[in-house]
């Protein structure tokens, strides 16, 4: 198939996408077009709402729509690294056999992964960039695609530990969602108080989730739209020349080359959802704040005179 088909398959696909997975979830399509763009990119998505918001249906309707495997690991304070990954035991025979954790599926649902302690969260390190674990000197590669979807808690609320810069920056983008408006509240009440089951179809198989990651890589993307990137990525960084006076008086630190990367990566994806065969700065724009807002951190004086990293970006684009 050419590329010109596939992008336009791709479209009509994620269309309809959208819609089998509206079936479930009431409103929230910014949040569900942002995951799909991860997903298009070959990324990881991170949610931040307080409890229950349908951060844990919306990522299991998604992995029912995409036809993919799905596992969900609830992150608690005694949750230990081979509780993810796996480990080895003794078998009958006196070998060690390893016997695969729940990292080992298509799409894992990290959920409240602020809940459990750094050293826990680190395992999920290398599964996120290498796509691979490794437990006693074997590499075990994970089934293609992989992605991991998680879920955060606000940090002020109890029991809660802050993710590691070094994890926070394996994450494409991060999404914060909001409580719903009147009438999307309404029509949930309505939808889950009167015992009607929705079926789910698969929209999209594993080979075309993996024929669109690699049709997204092809994409060509214009010098000053790549320039754009990397300028507004700069711009956040407080020891930099180009960065505005709001960017040194109120960030401590500002994104790293990832950033610029994935900037450029979920344009692409934005640009093929919208039927585009290249991205504009555009289409840039419409993915900084996702991909920005986890990476930049407030400083004190910041957070006193009541800026928020959002704003800091909107003044930025």
Not at 287 to 312: C, M, P, Q, S, W
């Amino acid at each position: 198939m050419s590329e010109v088909r596939l992008a336009e398959e791709l479209q009509k696909n994620i269309r309809a996408l959208k819609e089998e997975v509206g079936k479930v979830i009431v409103g929230q399509e910014d949040i569900v077009h942002q995951i799909i763009l991860a997903i298009l990119a070959n990324g990881h998505a991170l949610l931040i709402g307080v409890p229950g918001l349908a951060k844990t249906l919306l990522v299991h309707t998604l992995a029912q729509s995409l036809g993919l495997n799905f596992k969900r690991v609830q992150f608690t304070p005694d949750l230990m690294p081979s509780d993810i990954l796996g480990t080895e035991i003794l078998d009958e025979n006196r070998r060690f056999k390893f016997i695969k954790g729940p990292v080992f599926t298509n799409i894992l649902l990290a959920d409240e992964i602020n809940r459990t302690p750094p050293k826990t969260q680190a395992a999920l390190l290398e599964a996120m960039q290498e796509k691979q674990v490794s437990i006693a000197n074997h590499n075990f590669p994970l089934d293609q695609p992989f992605f991991v979807l998680a879920t955060q808690n606000p940090i002020e609320q109890e029991g809660t530990y802050p993710l590691p810069e070094a994890q926070l920056d394996r994450f494409m983008l991060a999404l914060k969602l909001d409580y719903p408006s009147f009438d999307e509240e309404v029509q949930v009440v309505k939808n889950t108080t009167i015992g009607h089951q929705v079926d789910i179809k698969p929209v999209l198989s594993k080979e075309q989730i993996l024929a669109y990651q690699a049709l997204v890589k092809k994409v060509p993307v214009a010098d000053n739209v790549i320039e754009y990137a990397v300028r507004l990525v700069g711009k956040t960084r407080p020891a930099s020349k180009s960065a505005p006076e709001l960017v040194k008086k109120y960030l401590d630190w500002g994104a790293g080359p990832r950033a610029s990367q994935n900037l450029i990566l979920a344009a692409k994806a934005n640009a093929l959802v919208h039927g585009k065969l290249s991205p504009d700065i555009e289409d840039v724009q419409a993915v900084a704040k996702a991909i920005l807002r986890h990476r930049l951190l407030l400083n004190y004086k910041g957070e006193a005179e009541g800026f928020t990293i959002d704003r800091i970006i909107e003044e930025l684009l």
